[in-house]
């Protein structure tokens, strides 16, 4: 599946959850922001053509939180951020 695809499925899936807390809105523009750490390929994709409000985080049985681009330096630099490929992208 492409990148693009994917990415729109994981915003619909985001959205169908009322646990979910924060906001993700997928933008077929690529946003105008900078990056705090060089990012290329599928991530910078990701953060290119996604709005993330408040923290985003799945909720349910699980949680997981999605890292704000403005949050990348600091995760980086802590030794926090890891990046798991398995066909498509995981964080």
């Not at 979910?20 to 997928?26: D, P």
């Not at 705090?36 to 996604?50: A, D």
Request: proline share 2%.
């Amino acid at each position: 599946m492409h990148i693009k695809n994917t990415i729109q499925d994981f915003v619909n899936k985001f959205k169908m959850n009322d646990l979910n807390m924060g906001e993700i809105v997928y933008t077929d523009d690529e946003n105008e922001i900078s990056f705090p750490v060089n990012l290329n390929g599928e991530i910078r994709f990701f953060y290119s053509h996604l709005i993330l409000n408040d923290h985003p985080t799945f909720d349910g049985a699980f949680f997981i939180q999605i890292v704000e681009s403005q949050e990348l330096k600091k995760c980086y630099q802590a030794g926090e951020f890891k990046m798991i490929r398995l066909g498509t992208m995981i964080m």
